[in-house]
Nanobody, 121 residues
Framework: QLQASGGGLVQAGGSLRLSCAAS????????MGWFRQAPGKEREFVVAISSRGVKSYADSVRGRFTISRVDTKNTVYLQMNSLKPEDTAVYYC?????????????????WGQGTKVTVSS
């Protein structure tokens, strides 16, 4: 029901835009989030957006990443600028039936399959 796309290989300092398209139901009232998992590490919070557009960013990405949602398209975007090698990970989008801003994995009910981002130095 959540399809993430847009990952790829990019040089440090470059940009990528990830998309998360929802299908099967409308996510207009859902909170959405992006998490990432680097090899050998736990899945970590990146950014979240409430159903009303309130946003929360991890310190490591604040000022470089921007989350947005277009409810008419049932899609959430993650614009990633000034990418660093440490941003390399599989990025997962997630949806919560709640309407707030959630930074914990357990707050999310639906997960996409992940899209891989590799940042070369």
């Amino acid at each position: 029901q959540l399809q993430a796309s847009g990952g790829g290989l990019v040089q440090a300092g470059g940009s990528l835009r990830l998309s998360c398209a929802a299908s099967g139901r409308t996510f207009i009232s859902y909170a959405m989030g992006w998490f990432r998992q680097a090899p050998g590490k736990e899945r970590e919070f990146v950014v979240a957006i409430s159903s009303r557009g309130v946003k929360s960013y991890a310190d490591s990405v604040r000022g470089r990443f921007t989350i947005s949602r277009v409810d008419t398209k049932n899609t959430v975007y993650l614009q990633m600028n000034s990418l660093k090698p440490e941003d390399t990970a599989v990025y997962y989008c997630a949806a919560s039936r709640g309407s707030g801003v959630y930074t914990r994995r357990g707050s999310y009910d639906y997960w996409g399959q992940g899209t891989k981002v590799t940042v070369s130095s």
